[in-house]
């Protein structure tokens, strides 16, 4: 017999984590041969554009983890979009990541009325379509083999 709850836990949510590790670990030779090692660790990746007056232009939040780079967020301020600002807050991310991390492959969602024709103009592949997510809007999953 169970009991199911619903309530946010986040006790309960780390020992699940932990767990789900280790389960992973178990199974896949490639997941335990990173324990231990500094790629197993997600690392930060932040690149940021200041405009003249020192105010934010734009910027990018991402991490590096193994082999890849994942973009959170890439936003350029209205003022600045058509400028080139993004491609080259991308562009950055991408060289550090390849460059000092060892990249080579990145990764990124976004939304139908965001920037989908912008990364695949910038050598993105679309891997996956999620319709109605949320409802009326399509998410896209892109990657790009770096270096």
């Known amino acids: 017999m169970f009991r199911l709850e619903t309530e946010v ?3 309960r949510r780390d ?3 932990s767990r789900l590790r280790d389960t992973n670990t178990a199974a896949s030779p490639v997941l335990r041969a990173l324990r231990g090692t500094p790629a197993e660790r997600e690392t ?3 690149v940021w554009a200041s ?11 991402g991490h590096t983890w193994t082999t890849w780079l994942h973009v959170a967020y890439l936003w ?4 600045h979009r058509g400028t080139g600002l993004g491609t080259r ?3 950055e991310a991408e060289r550090v990541a390849v460059e000092e991390r060892g990249c080579r492959h990145a990764r990124l969602e ?9 990364y695949r ?3 993105y592949e679309v891997v996956c379509v999620i319709e109605d997510y949320p409802p009326g809007i399509t998410e896209y999953t892109l990657t790009k083999r770096l270096g």
């Open 9 to 11: 836990d986040s006790t």
């Open 51 to 61: 405009a003249a007056a020192g105010e934010l232009a734009g910027g990018l939040v």
């Open 110 to 118: 976004t939304w139908d009325f965001q920037a989908p024709d912008f």
């Open 121 to 123: 103009r910038l050598g």
């Open 15 to 17: 020992l699940l984590r």
């Open 89 to 91: 807050l991308l562009a």
């Open 76 to 79: 350029v301020d209205e003022r």
């Open 44 to 46: 930060p990746l932040h």
